[in-house]
């Protein structure tokens, strides 16, 4: 069996290197990937002995004139492992699917993981969230070598489940519904065993009381928000999480 990816999205958060560290430190745990702002992941993978490392973002060139940019080998140099791409606050701040290909792609060949986001950002009866996820998901995709598709990981992350002001989670029903629909489009777009093989994670609001749900009904792990900031409930997430 995959075992569960824990991914802590830190954000914007904390403000010094000291508070970083100490956050770490008290979230090394083998199934969790810290992701900290660009400017911590040093001292932070310093501190590390059983978690992996995340980025949030990347610049897809390799290095040149970019100013501001962070490409892919500078993280691997780094010792990141991950890289989320396409969070839906980057897409809010103008990132498009073709950006979001780009990235994944860039992260692929470097031999880094790209965790891809995708998610709408409303639910309706009609049901397009459907087919806006499937275009989404394409187009995000879009150049990933089919020989590399397994290795990608997709987070479903609702827009409207996102953050502590989001009216309300995902359900366990609705979780499991696009983990299956998500499998299906990756099958589509490159090959059944790719679409096996690449994991589905669940991301939004996450919090140690849906954890079981969420895993239950088939995400092969978690994005966490805003409870990845407190290391007691991120600490029961992870327990939760391999407990199953
Ligand atoms: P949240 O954020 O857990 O605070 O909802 C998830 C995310 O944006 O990755």
Not at 60 to 65: F, R, T
């Amino acid at each position: 069996m995959k075992s569960k990816l824990i991914v802590a999205n830190w954000k914007t958060n904390p403000l010094s290197e000291k508070e970083a560290v100490r956050l770490a430190q008290a979230e090394d745990n083998e199934n969790a990937i810290i992701c900290p702002p660009f400017i911590f992941l040093s001292a932070v993978k310093k501190n590390l002995k059983h978690a992996q490392l995340g980025a949030q973002d990347v610049f897809w060139e390799k290095s040149g004139p970019y100013t501001g940019e962070i490409s892919t080998d500078m993280l691997k140099n780094s010792g990141v492992k991950f890289v989320i791409v396409g969070h839906s606050k980057r897409r809010t701040l103008g990132e498009t699917d073709e950006i979001v290909s780009k990235k994944a792609s860039a992260c692929l060949k470097s031999g880094l993981v790209p965790i891809v986001c995708v998610g709408e950002r409303e639910r309706d009866n009609g049901h397009t969230y459907l087919n806006f996820i499937k275009q989404q998901l394409k187009s995000s995709l879009v150049g990933v070598p089919r020989a590399l598709a397994g290795k990608v990981v997709v987070a479903y992350e609702p827009v409207w489940a996102i953050g502590r002001k989001a009216a309300r989670a995902a359900t366990s029903e609705e979780c499991g519904e696009m983990v299956i629909f998500i499998r299906k489009i990756l099958s589509d777009i490159f090959s059944v065993q790719s679409a096996a093989r690449a994991r589905i994670l669940y991301g939004g609001s996450v919090e140690p009381q849906n954890v079981n749900a969420y895993l239950t009904a088939g995400a092969d792990g978690l994005l966490v928000g805003h409870d990845s900031l407190d290391p007691k409930k991120f600490g029961e997430i992870l327990k939760v999480a391999q407990s199953m």
